[in-house]
């Protein structure tokens, strides 16, 4: 176990130190900070002032191990838009993100598994063809098209819903959320929506094929054979076997949800970091734009992780290594 | 004597895309209380689907086409799938053909054992695991209380198949179906598992079905033998019977085909020719192709399953007269 976590500690390491370097190098390319950071009518010495001031005129590898020794300190410099602390901007609208990637998951993993585990047990009833045939249009359909029609058609068309913004925010448990209040709730509902069909689809898809790849196996017959009731095979045995699979998926699937919430958030003008990256890479704002790609390397590096841990939860045969 | 179950016309029929499988058809046999029966006969033949047939575990595209499974007096084809699951693992058990992938790779060798416990005994918490640790150790498994918490995976595959007889046997069944219980073990482990097995069926006084394509092993263990060819019984008999005077000429290719090592044959013999295609069975007896002793009767002409003699049933038309 604790070799496990040496290893995987290793691994971070590596990962951070290869994204950052990358960072730095696309940072450094993309863009001149100066011409965001002075004014257009600057004099000479107020830009050298400047250069100074971001270090731009020491050698570049100088400039990389001063972004990684700042960075290690959460410092990744100010935001030029704001003119705050670029680290503190990505955690103050982190809840909202993540509450919105949290329920999606539920989501995902609730509709995913109950229908992929009903179009399983019965692939042909006419409920299992309906979920089938609209699981292949939640993969296909894109994102940001889906929550146009969500919002037409909740929003404009009916006006059930509202389709922007976090709605009224409640404090649960200190964490401060839209759950907590009923309009909160009532905004969350579409970005949710939006942002988990994706994956909704892809577990469904995922969890039909386990089960019915498993429905055929000796060890349910042997179980059938013990006079173990259908329901009780199909959510024990069998599922149990199925979420062996499905635990990978759902850590990708985690992974690329977070990166979907850029598209989900800006159409529902969500005020996530999803929405502030991108505001960010509009402007050229690179502290805000480094500090946010090392915190969702960090963030896969720590889901896989707990993926590993679950795999051996549920799959005896898999010991850490 | 008394008898435990009988079958009476049983058919089970695949509906395949390319045809009809008539895997059984038409099979009557029964079995006495405390009796060991084996069915043996070539790959194919249908007897894995007979025992399936009896619990009624045959999946789709296959179904029972018609005939009653009367165990204890009761019509088991009638039975719904709810009244099927009471039976199932209590009155009747069946052990697969192929071990290794009998048991669940993800519950421990206990949870698969108490799970026939827990369903059909009113056992508590402490005596199930004693139950669980004296059943595997009736069967031979050694160190039983620090076993049970193992996985499948960390069993051998012979300790695998013991684990599956030791849930078969975990609530005194009334009948055992065995299909080819030790095919895929080592020689030495196939007659100590045997050995095992009959001990248990004479101990807990039920009646077992040993399905087996090896007529030497049957022999030993049985008290009577159906041979089965093309989803149907062509003979059966009281072992020495079948041994000895035996009257279908599949029968006695069967038995001409035991490797004796006291006879000390120069050459094996064999059947000739191979199992028809099931799609395409002869019109008359199924064995008419292969069969040395066949007449033009045969071709065309289906034989009747009879009493040949009293306990002795067979079908064809010109049973081979005189001793073996
Ligand atoms: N699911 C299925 N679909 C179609 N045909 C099947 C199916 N299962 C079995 N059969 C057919 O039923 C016939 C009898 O099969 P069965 O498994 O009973 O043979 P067996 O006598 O047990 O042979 P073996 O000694 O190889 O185990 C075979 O011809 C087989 O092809
Ligand atoms: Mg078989």
Sequence with gaps: MIKFLIKRIWQLVIVLFAVSLLVFIMTSLVGDPLSLLVKENASASQIAEATEYLGLDQPAYHQYFLFVKNALNGDFGVSYRYQQSAIHLIIERMPATLELVVIAMALSIVFGIVFGVYAGAYPNSFLSKTIMNLSIAGISVPSFWLGMLMIYIFGIKFGLLPVSGRGEVGTILGIKTSLATIDGIKHVILPALTLSMGSVASIIRLTRAGIQENMVQDYVKLARAKGVKNRKILFGHVLKNTLIPIITIFGLQLGSLIAYTTITETIFAWPGMGKLIIDSINSSDTPIISAYILLVAVIFVVINFVVDLLYCVIDPRIELK | ?324
Excluded: W
């Design chain 2, 1 to 324: 004597m008394e008898k435990l179950l009988e079958v009476k016309n049983l058919k089970t029929y695949f509906h395949t895309f390319k045809g009809v499988v008539k895997a059984v058809d038409g099979v009557d046999f029964y079995v006495n209380k405390g009796e060991i029966l084996g069915i043996v006969g070539e790959s194919g033949g249908g007897k894995s689907i007979t025992g399936f047939s009896l619990i009624k575990l045959i999946e789709s595209p296959g179904k029972i086409e018609t005939g009653e499974i009367l165990f204890e007096g009761n019509d088991l084809v009638k039975y719904s799938e709810r009244e099927m699951s009471k039976i199932r693992g209590k009155d009747i058990v069946m052990i697969f053909q192929d071990p290794m992938t009998s048991l669940n790779p993800v519950y421990t060798i206990k949870q698969q054992i108490e799970e026939s416990l827990i369903l059909h005994t009113n056992l508590n918490k402490k005596e199930r695991h004693e139950r669980c640790v004296e059943l595997l150790k009736d069967v031979g498994i050694p160190n039983p209380e620090n076993r049970l918490t193992n996985y499948p995976h960390q069993f051998s595959g012979g300790m695998r198949q013991r684990v599956v007889i030791a849930i078969a046997l975990a609530v005194n069944p009334k009948l055992i179906i065995a299909d080819e219980p030790t095919t895929a073990l080592d020689v030495t482990i196939q007659a100590q598992i045997l050995k095992l097995m009959t001990e248990l069926v004479k101990k807990q006084g039920c009646s077992m079905i040993l399905i087996t394509h090896d007529l030497a092993v049957v022999s030993e263990i049985a008290d009577r033998i159906n041979v089965m060819y093309c989803g149907k019984i062509v003979e059966s008999s009281k072992v020495s019977t079948i041994m000895n005077h035996c009257k279908h000429p599949y029968t006695r290719g069967l038995l001409n085909s035991i490797p004796d090592i006291k006879d000390n044959k120069d050459r094996l013999e064999t059947i000739d020719g191979i199992v028809p295609n099931m799609f395409k069975l002869p019109k008359g007896c199924n064995f008419y192709p292969r069969c040395n002793k066949r007449m033009e009767e045969c071709e065309n002409k289906e034989p009747e399953y009879r009493e040949y003699k009293e306990g002795h049933y067979i079908s064809c038309h010109y049973p081979i007269e005189g001793e073996r």
